[in-house]
Structures are given as C-alpha cells and as structure tokens.
C-alpha cells in the first residue's frame, strides 16, 4: 500500500513529462535554453493539451500499473488527471484512499 501511494506522488509530479510525439515532430528546435524559454508561451498559444502517464512498479512481489489521463487548460491554469488504480492481488477493486489531485501536482 504504501508503495503503491508512493508510486500515485511520482505520477501526479510526471503526469505532464510524457509526450505523444504530436509536439514534438519536425526538426530540432536548436538552443536548449531557446527551448524552455519559448515553451511557455508555446503552450499558452495552444491553449490545451491532453496528458496520458503510465507508471509501472512491483510492490510486495507483485508488478502493478497505475494509468493516468487528463488535459491542462493553459490560459485557465488548470488541469485534470484522471488516475486508474490497478485491482487488488485477489482481483478486487482497490479499496484505499485515492487522492484527488489537480495540476501542477497539489495532492491532497
């Protein structure tokens, strides 16, 4: 249990790391620095994006997989990722507390 909470905090801070390549086609932007500073407004230009994230862990011997999907708002600031838990061992639904979670990762 507690490695499974542990696994849903990185997933909640990686949820946005992922990419489906649809941004990133084309040629290599260049400059790093250029990169990151244009991002920003790159994003807000868009208006939207969609996030998935896939986390895989073993926890007591056994491999699970936590699933996620959501969309970010960029001139709202704000965002929802939907996480799907994985069934207990035995095959029965989760049962312990899921954390609700908004973007940028503020966990509760």
């Known amino acids: 249990m507690r490695g499974v909470m542990a696994g ?18 084309g ?10 500073r244009t991002a920003a407004d790159a994003l807000v230009l868009a ?5 998935t994230t896939s986390l895989e862990m073993a926890t007591g011997g056994t491999r699970v997989t936590i699933r996620g999907e959501g969309v970010y708002d960029y001139r709202k600031r704000l965002g929802r990722l939907k996480v799907m838990l ?8 989760y049962g312990g507390p899921s954390p609700n979670c908004s973007l940028p990762a503020r966990c509760s």
């Not at 040629?27 to 990151?36: K, S």
């Not at 208006?47 to 996030?51: D, L, R, T």
């Open 8 to 25: 849903f905090g990185v997933l909640c801070c990686l949820g946005g790391c992922g990419s489906s390549g649809a941004a990133t086609a």
């Open 27 to 36: 040629t290599p932007a260049g400059d790093p620095v250029r990169v990151l």
């Open 47 to 51: 208006g939207s994006s969609k996030a």
């Open 86 to 93: 994985p069934q207990d061992p035995a095959g029965g639904p």
